[in-house]
């Protein structure tokens, strides 16, 4: 064994050789560069001095000595403000919609300058209220900051000029939608810039506030990327921060919902991109998860929040009394889940598969009514209270039959004495539950008075909660603070999975889209047309009252239209007509 | 319940009010400072969100607001050079002792100037193996540097000049030693220099390598710390560091027997201070080292290596195939102190005590040869090496008795075919042990010709290993570099206990030094004198040929000298003159 030091250049004598590198690092990740005969790649095995020798984590972004993981490799861009306005007390820029970037001010006189970003102009101007503010002094008539989310810029300073410089992910927009009706192709492109913005190092929640990975907004951002993005490496960095590191003290984000929501995620990921070296990766982290909420099941079978677990579903009255239906049908479906993924991995789901039988059977045996055919939010208070939350997350979680799904749809989500949901978060699963069930006129009735009406207030990119009867500020509002509500947050992007998976229809049905059916459903539309992203290739399709016509660039799609039923070829494009009285036919 | 932002004046009303803070640090430790009407102090609780509250950590360094805990408050004091003496290629500066300290040149005309630091002359001056160098450009001539060990520097620049600031942590010299062998008073001295450079956030191993905190070489520094700082806090940052954090997944320093000494250190700590608290807060890292030791375990009850796990016990030849003797003896004395600890805490010692005597039994039946009186390292080679190692921590940890302990001294320590200790790491052990057996004049011969023989190379501080047979330069090499050894290493500096332990003879027999013993030995010495703090006081002793002195500021002092034994009264001298031929007496 020889020892060498620091950026040394090792002579690799004949014979076979084992290279081991120490390397430390307090900051950031520790990593290393090898060029040579000898290259670091992905074959390489790491450990941190325990002996649990596992794969060094790699990615794609660096690839030479100069590019260090310590640093995000984002693109930048000069933009520059639409509109300047000078004030009483000094100057607005409004750079024309929402953005984040890097403000740079010149042309400085004063000597002690206040400067006030806002996603509304209203913000910008608020002194005191107004979330990012600083008092700075300019040197040289210059002032540069970090970059932030903004839309207004003001400056206390009148002489001020402002640039910025936008920093953002270079994400290729491979998947697209274009309709007959203006509404929604604003939406749907608003959707798009506005997830373009939260996605970064990770899936963010908003871009100005908070910044942070939460496992249930994450799981939404899975299903909006496969119809814009497809960045698989996005969902997976953002997959591995949510599972933390040991010790596995408390629930992911702190919400047992999320810590089920991530589980869920993972196989929803296997089963997108049918990649199991990751699954073998982030299996520790799985373990921990699965062990932990194991380790808090009640003797019935049950999770019940323990001190400090935050039992969160969706900002909504519900009655969260002892075990939780909506959390144990989340529970089950994690398990179900884990399980399959075990299968996968190991040969044998070590009776997960069963436990999540059991826990379901119970849900069923204990919150559903069978004479109303709904699911209550608890069955230990004795209120029996019936929310759209618990009753949506039956619908799409556990296995019901037809017969209890029409129930559920008729009985709660038509019915309108059941509280509306209010935020873009649950309208996500309600509009699923919609078009699942074909009533096809809704989801676009819902984009256009939710949505449609979040544009005329003004919206550049999606808010994270929207109320259509406040006015004016009444929207910035929230946690007490005038300004706190993020006016960009991806929750509110679903209309771009809605859309390309309810009405471009191109639809996962194996492992990796070996097999995926193409349905198209005009829903309330007169026609549409786009593209939907499937591994390297893509799906587009074009639709009218008339006609439908298909190309994948890809094997294994089957188009199901009018009735039929064809296999698609890829590079050639089917086009099937809908003969009135009749079943379509291809051309 | 009330949500204020960062800095807040938050207004109490009248009655009960919780006050709950959230603080986030990713680079540091996260800490609050709470002034007004109630205060931070060491009564508030924190969690890391998870519900496990626990009391906070504080520390008597941070009062104010203006000291931040990310910022260690070490002390700083100008230093110059002795020595400026210009050579052909640039100027070396001579600050007449080993030093850590930032240096500063200034008067500089050259571009480019290469700095060397060194330990001795020869490590200053070599251009290629000097262990810190740097080439820089001065900015205005001057060039500063973060702070490093050295007592030469060498600047390539001729019109250097050079000062420095010593940094350092300001401990009061509360033990002191000073006999008939000037010898021996300077090594006390230098020993005492050496172990103050390293006395810094933590024990240090060597103050110039690895600068780095090593369980067994911080168990030594408890006991020179007690006769010399008495600094508890020190102990305690040492301990708390090297109990690290979860998941404990390889053995302390990745050493097996550093596991042990972690434990058995902590129950050294509680028995000086009788510090119940602390032993509660470092209790959770407790239990996973010893959680983890015992995961590995083998079926016969003892610790073999495992894959990656360093069994060192001592830089020496040693038969360590299979169950290793010496670890077994440290394991067992760590379930013992683990066990006494657990009494302490919660009355009850979990059966860890049985566990000790279990190995313990298990080692005598595998590991001792009644024959032959001795120990040997391994059963499992059918070697039977016999080394000192082995047997003077069987001395020192096992119950052996008086018969056994006198074999071991005679067969094994006095005997010299056996080979001798080459580290001053277990010659700390292998003194104790002639102490302990009283052969009185081996301890001074010892230090004479060992350490006196150091200090005649021109050690300013002691170093890390010493053969006395080298020459020159020979002496600074280690690890295949010509100045890669420690020249001033803490574990060189058991001077310090061993006289105030075996000569001053002051000696914990309670808790906490609610009982003590003054045991003055004159061993091989006229007279000696010195003080060993106690507590908030100290003990002072002289001694010579006819006559003890001994004055104690505390209670629980027992005077044992001269065949009497006298009950220490605070401040008030108690003298016991020898009678030739009779027992002493007081006067």
Redesign the interface.
Known sequence: MK?YGGSSVIELEPGAVEITIRTANTESFPCIYVEGAVESDETWMAD?????WSAVGTNAMFTDAGKTPEIFPFSYEKIYYQQREVLEDGVLFDFGRETFAAAEFFGLKDKAVRVQWGESREEALDREWSVIRFDRQPVDGRLSFEPYAFRYIFVSDKNAEAQAEYEYLPLAYRGSFHCSDEVLNRVWDTAAYTFHLNCREFFLDGIKRDRWVWAADAYQCLFVNRYLFWDQDLERRTLTALGGK??F??HIN?IMDYSFFWIISLYEYYCTYGDRKFMEQIRPQMEHVMAFCRSRTDRDGFMRG???DWIFIDWAPMDKTGAVCAEQILYAKAMECFGKILQVLDGEDRGYLKLAKEVRDAVFAHFYDQQKGVFTDSYESGENRVTRQTNILAYLFLPCTEEQKRDIYTHVILNEKVPQITTPYFKFYENQVHCMEGNTGILEQSIRTYYGSMLETGATTLYEEYDPNMRGTEHYAM??NPYEKSLCHAWSTSPVYLLGNYRLGVQNTGIAYDTFAVRPDLGGLASFSGTVPVGKGYVSVSMDSGEVRVTSTVPGGILQVFGREISLEPGKEAIVKKESGKKGRTE
């Open positions: 020892k941190d001095m325990s002996q649990d040991d010790p003290k408390v702190n323990r001190p400090g946690y007490g």
